[in-house]
């Protein structure tokens, strides 16, 4: 499977948000999260870093 983690980068540390994103959705500084089952989680922040390889996603709070 290729889903991915979302982390939020809050302080230098990264909180885990949300596991097995399989869409992400942009819209100016909201982003939204979509699950492999269709759960939703709507943030206001930025992409920081995309590592397909590692399946992570750190987002950076606004």
């Known amino acids: 499977m290729c889903e991915s ?3 939020l980068e809050r302080e230098g ?3 885990e948000i949300m596991k ?5 959705f942009i819209e100016g500084d909201q982003l939204t999260f979509v699950g ?4 939703e989680k709507t ?5 920081k870093v ?3 390889v590692k399946h992570q996603v ?5």
């Open 5 to 7: 983690t979302i982390f």
């Open 13 to 15: 540390e990264n909180e």
């Open 20 to 24: 097995d994103v399989a869409k992400i």
């Open 36 to 39: 492999i089952l269709g759960e």
């Open 43 to 47: 943030i206001t922040g930025e992409l």
């Open 50 to 52: 995309v590592d397909s």
């Open 58 to 62: 750190i987002v950076r709070e606004k």
